[in-house]
C-alpha cells in the first residue's frame, strides 16, 4: 500500500471556497484493500481543515494466495483519488497571512494523509493424495508401512498425504484436499489474528503553490478579487527614516493592525514633508505643487487621509465639512491598510525622485 501525492486545484463545483487534491492511491490487487482514507491541512503548523474523500474507493477483491512464494500475475492497482476541504473567509485570511510573511508571497502548506486498508493473510494450503510406490524415496519402506499399519500390502494400496506448496500442479486442480491457512511469515509474532488485519499507512507532504498561480487561478475562484501585481523599487532608500517606518508598518500590516499600519505611515508622510520642505523651500514649485497637491492638508490628500483610520471616534462625531454619518459606517478595514501601506511605498519613490532629479540638476 503506498499513497502518494500529485496536485492541487481550486473546486470549481463548490458553493464555498475549497481546495481539491489528487493523490495516487497503489495497492496489491488480491491482497490489500483500501477501506478509508483521512486527512488534514496545515498551513504555518496551524490545521485549517480536514479532508473529505471524494473519490469511491474500489470493492474489495481479496482472495487467499496460490501458494507461498508465488508469482500469481495479478500485479498491483494504480489508482487516483480526489479529496477536498472547504476554506471559510477566517481561514483564507490565514492563508493570505502566510503568504505575507513568505518572501516569494507563496503558499506553503502540509498534508497529513492515513489509509486504512485490510491486509490479506490467507493462503492455500494443499494437501495431495499419492500413492507411496509413487513417490521414490518412500516406495523402499513400502512393506515396512503395511507391516506397521497391518495392512496386507498385496492386497491393499497404501497412500500417503503430502502437505505442500506446488506451483503448476495446482492449477491443474489435482490437489485434493485445499485449506484456507494463516500465512505465518505475514503473521509473525502474533499468530492466530486471522486471516485479514487492518493496518493504518501515514504520509506527510510539505507542498507549496507559487505566488503567480495563487493570484491567477486560486484566488479569482475563492472570491478572493483580481489581483494586480506592482512593483516599487526601493532605490537607493535616500529617506532611510521613512523606510526604517515602512518596515514598521509592514510588521503592523502581518499582525492586521490596522491602526498600527496608519500610524507608521502617517509619519512617512510627516518625515517626507518635512525633509522635502527643507531641501526645495516652502514656496517652491516642487514643495507647494508636485508635492502638495499629493500630500494635502489636513482632510485632504494623503496627509488627511491615512489618519483616518486614527480618528475614527472624532469622525463618528463629525466628519469633513461638518458631515455627520451612522456610526456602524465608520470604520476601517483592511482594504484601508493594503492600500494606505502601498500608497505610502509609491510616496517615498515619489519624493525620492525628486530630490535625486534635483541633485542631477545641479
Not at 83 to 105: A, F, I, P, Q
Not at 252 to 273: F, H, M, P, T
Request: a negative charge.
Amino acid at each position: 500500500m503506498e499513497i502518494t501525492y500529485k496536485s492541487v486545484a481550486p473546486a470549481q463545483n463548490y458553493a464555498q471556497s475549497a481546495l481539491r487534491f489528487t493523490f495516487s492511491l497503489k495497492f496489491g490487487r488480491s491482497q490489500e484493500s483500501p477501506i478509508h482514507v483521512s486527512g488534514k491541512l496545515s498551513i504555518q503548523d496551524k490545521i485549517i481543515g480536514f479532508l473529505n474523500l471524494e473519490t469511491p474507493l474500489p470493492a474489495s477483491n481479496l482472495q487467499a494466495l496460490r501458494f507461498r512464494g508465488a508469482d500469481t500475475g495479478l500485479g498491483d492497482v494504480l489508482i487516483d483519488i480526489t479529496m477536498s476541504v472547504v476554506l471559510n473567509r477566517y481561514e483564507l485570511d490565514m492563508v493570505e497571512r502566510s503568504r505575507r510573511d513568505n518572501k516569494k508571497g507563496d503558499v506553503e502548506f502540509k498534508l497529513s494523509v492515513s489509509v486504512r486498508y485490510l491486509r490479506n493473510l490467507a493462503e492455500l494450503s494443499q494437501i495431495k493424495v499419492l500413492p507411496l510406490n509413487n513417490v521414490p524415496f518412500a516406495k523402499q519402506y513400502y512393506n515396512e508401512v503395511a507391516k506397521i499399519l497391518n495392512l496386507d500390502a498385496a492386497r491393499i494400496p497404501i497412500e500417503l498425504l503430502f502437505h505442500a506448496f506446488q506451483g503448476g500442479e495446482y492449477y491443474q486442480n489435482n490437489s485434493n484436499l485445499l485449506f484456507v491457512v494463516e500465512n505465518a511469515e505475514a503473521v509473525g509474532n502474533n499468530p492466530g489474528g486471522g486471516y485479514l488485519i487492518t493496518e493504518m499507512l501515514n504520509r506527510e507532504y510539505n507542498e507549496r503553490i507559487h505566488s503567480s498561480d495563487w493570484i491567477n487561478d486560486f484566488a479569482p475562484v475563492f472570491g478572493l478579487g483580481e489581483f494586480f501585481v506592482v512593483e516599487i523599487p526601493t532605490g537607493n532608500k535616500t529617506i532611510k527614516d521613512a523606510w526604517e517606518l515602512i518596515s514598521k508598518a509592514e510588521m503592523s500590516y502581518k499582525k492586521w493592525d490596522i491602526e498600527g499600519v496608519a500610524s507608521s505611515c502617517r509619519l512617512v508622510g510627516q518625515n517626507l514633508d518635512g525633509y522635502l520642505k527643507e531641501k526645495f523651500g516652502e514656496k517652491s514649485f516642487t514643495y507647494n505643487e508636485r508635492w502638495g497637491r499629493i500630500y494635502g492638508a489636513a482632510k485632504t490628500g494623503f496627509k488627511g487621509w491615512v489618519s483616518m483610520p486614527l480618528h475614527s471616534e472624532d469622525i463618528k462625531n463629525e466628519g469633513a465639512g461638518g458631515a455627520k454619518y451612522e456610526r456602524p459606517d465608520v470604520k476601517s478595514d483592511e482594504a484601508d491598510a493594503e492600500s494606505i501601506l502601498l500608497i505610502t511605498k509609491a510616496l517615498i519613490k515619489y519624493a525620492e525622485k525628486l530630490v535625486h532629479d534635483s541633485n542631477r540638476e545641479t
